[in-house]
């Protein structure tokens, strides 16, 4: 036998070591891709809610007052620490006002990577916060509490829960967006017919359904109310800016080869603490997301001026639901709610 087919290689063999070849190339390309972009870190434990409250009397229907408790029924304040779920992430969603240093829109949103699950509440500008301050709204904490930090702690502290990232949005990025998607069809909620010159805003739209532009779809989601009266007032405005964000959304995961422009216009419009990796992290994981998953809701709350007040148990409820990062329920108590009756 020469030694020419002695060295002769069969198909069969060829197959094996192109085989071989492919499999070291992919653990090698997935080590790399491990290393380069790692799992994002989750934030520490949310500390539990101050017991104490001394925030004033309770106003009863009558007019009459009455000290409220000191000591919170639901007994002491369990410590941690407590345990995650896998893959399980909380953010904080921030929309400034044009004007000064307040937040206009607020939304706490979880991502449940493993279930490929999102979920998106908002919560009103005027929600009652647990605070020393003198105007103890919560869209004012970006403002007087130390920026998103601050506002990020009041979050956590009300909610009881870990913020672990946050996403600060810039209006001239929501108007990019949207066009970047060719805009989107949407049914305006009502008629809407609002003018104010001291922001430039000017709002006219028929009621139904619509194709809206970028600008045409921030002027929709910054509507409270008309003129001449009319309107659904803050619940109603936060309704339709998840329901346009949804449909946003939609348009966006629908259309991944302008991936490239959307990184553009992220980098150009959004603040946020996630850093390159971790974007690039969320970003493969997102592209199995289905919109069927997204759950948008508002934070439940009662009007008592000149402050909204979250419901204890309707909030708790909302919050283990689709917000708890933990293993273990969110108790009361782990919860810091200023309540009045009406």
Known sequence: MSKKSKLKITQGERLCRALLIVMICTASLWGLWQILVPKPAVADDAPPAPVIRPTGPIIRPSGTTEPEETTDPAGPVEEGPYTRKEDFYTFLLIGMDRGGGNTDSLMLVSYDVANQSVSVASIARDTRVDVSRKLKKINAAYAISGGVEG????????FGVPIDRYLRVNIRGFVRLVNAVDGIDFYVPCYMNYD????????????????????QALEVCRFRQNNGGGGYGDEGRQQTQRAVLTAVMKKVLANPGKIDEYIKIAQENLDT?????????????????????????????QWINPYMYLL?????EMVNTYFNPYTTPRTANMLDIITRSK
Request: glycine letters at 4%.
């Open 312 to 316: 204890p148990d309707e909030t708790l």
């Open 151 to 158: 506002l990020k702690s009041e979050v956590s502290m009300t």
């Open 196 to 215: 104010d010159p001291e922001q430039d805003l000017s709002i006219h739209y028929s009621k139904g359904m619509r194709h809206l532009n970028g600008q």
């Open 273 to 301: 603490d996630l850093t390159l990796s971790e974007m690039a992290w969320f970003a493969s994981k997102a592209l199995s997301f289905n919109t069927e998953n997204l759950n948008t809701m508002s934070m439940p709350c």
